[in-house]
């Protein structure tokens, strides 16, 4: 049974949803969707700044209109007192603040590119209106570089060529 009782919040994570990621147990193309997004949704602390995994975990459930939105607001944390823009203002740490820019850059890399199992799913989480030009190392030694506009891949180069029929496609 669990504790009745936790004691003060003094954190912002969201532990329940652990299975998305980092554990990558469920999640978009894999067992148990439903029960996945079902948990995402209803996670007590809903943010994607600083450490928060939110956008991460989006972005592993293939939720496109959240993304825009969660990277956004990631990529725009910056506070005007500090000369560079890459270190964002700190949510919980100190400055300069990393979180905000991994946080970032795993939810973007996992918004193009999913490793499962085998297979590679391209785009599961990538708005309509964005354009992107990218290459990205998948598992098994490959290299993907994809050319897209929203869903829509004008141009995929796979290598090795044999990785070519392990690609999952956007659905539209």
């Not at 004008?154 to 956007?170: A, F, G, H, N, Y």
Request: with cysteine; glycine share 6%; proline share 6%.
């Amino acid at each position: 049974m669990p504790a009745e009782e936790f004691g003060i919040d003094r954190n912002f994570e969201n532990p329940q949803c652990y299975t998305i990621f980092p554990f990558r147990l469920y999640g978009n193309g894999r067992d148990d969707y439903g029960l996945a997004l079902k948990t995402f949704n209803d996670r007590k602390f809903k943010m994607s700044n600083c450490w928060s995994q939110c956008a991460i975990q989006g972005a592993a459930l293939g939720l496109k209109d959240e993304m825009e939105q969660m990277l956004i607001r990631n990529a725009t944390a910056t506070d005007p007192d500090i000369r560079f823009p890459a270190f964002w203002k700190p949510g919980s740490d100190y400055t300069p603040d990393f979180d905000n820019g991994g946080v970032l850059a795993q939810a973007l890399q996992l918004m193009l590119l999913d490793n499962i199992d085998d297979k590679i799913m391209l785009l599961q989480a990538m708005p309509q209106n964005w354009t992107v030009d990218f290459k990205l190392h998948a598992n098994d030694n490959t290299v993907v570089r994809v050319r897209a506009k929203g869903q829509n891949i004008e141009s995929i180069d796979v290598t090795p060529k044999s990785r070519l029929d392990d690609i999952i496609l956007p659905k539209q």
